[in-house]
């Protein structure tokens, strides 16, 4: 039984998803968060005027970030699971009879007995690494998110806003795992649809 969805569709969009959030956290890792650091006083290296002014500063600038984030690149992050999931299901259920008719009306031994037997893992690698990004962004991003908005006024949030630049640092070491994963998730996904159409 054919899906109701075309797979190749669903892993098209679904690839795309992955590169949108690969490239927006290549972009903020290494232009969108360093651009708010830039000549940032250390504590100590300036009156404390003026570093509360750059701390409260940076506190009203990070919402830009999270909001973009939580609205769109959130959403999209989770239809990568779904995406993926079904492309694997989809791989998954027409791989004995799909894949094996097709391996032996090209002649191969391979097609016919492997019967398209990892394609449907390779997807749900996919997924698993879209479900690692979301979970990261849960668990490990949320804490530090809070925190730089909480510098916006730091007597009422309780942040230490002598931290204010660790917790930026911190926040695009921990965004790495946003491009990786990603990267995988898009990289293999897509050697894996192209893969099958040369099958």
């Keep these: 039984m054919a899906p ?7 892993v098209g969009t679904t690839v795309a998803f992955s590169f949108i959030l ?6 903020q890792s290494f232009m969108g968060v ?3 650091l830039v000549d940032f006083p250390r504590p100590g290296s300036s009156s404390p005027a003026t570093y509360e002014a750059a701390t409260r500063h940076l506190g009203r600038q990070w919402p830009v970030f999270w909001s973009v984030g939580n609205v769109f690149f959130r959403p999209i ?25 097709r391996g032996l009306a090209n002649g191969n031994i391979r097609g016919a007995v492997d019967g398209g037997g990892y394609t449907w893992k390779l997807y749900a690698l996919s997924a698993v690494c879209h479900l690692v990004t979301v979970v990261h962004s849960a668990v490990n991003m ?14 009422v949030s309780g942040v230490d806003a002598s931290l204010a630049e660790y917790y930026a640092r911190r926040w695009i ?8 994963m990603p990267f995988v998730a898009g990289s ?12």
């Excluded at 894996?192 to 040369?198: C, H, I, P, S």
């Design 173 to 180: 070491k921990l965004n790495g795992v946003r491009i990786v």
């Design 77 to 101: 992050s989770t239809l990568g699971i779904f995406g993926y999931a079904y492309a694997a299901w989809s791989a998954a259920t027409a791989a004995p009879s799909v894949g094996s008719l």
């Design 34 to 36: 360093p651009a708010l």
């Design 142 to 155: 949320q804490p530090l998110n809070n925190k730089l908005d909480g510098l916006s006024d730091p007597k």
């Design 4 to 10: 109701a969805v075309p797979t190749s569709a669903v």
């Design 22 to 27: 690969l490239g927006n956290a290549i972009t």
């Design 188 to 199: 293999v996904a897509l050697w894996n649809g192209l893969r099958g159409q040369t099958a």
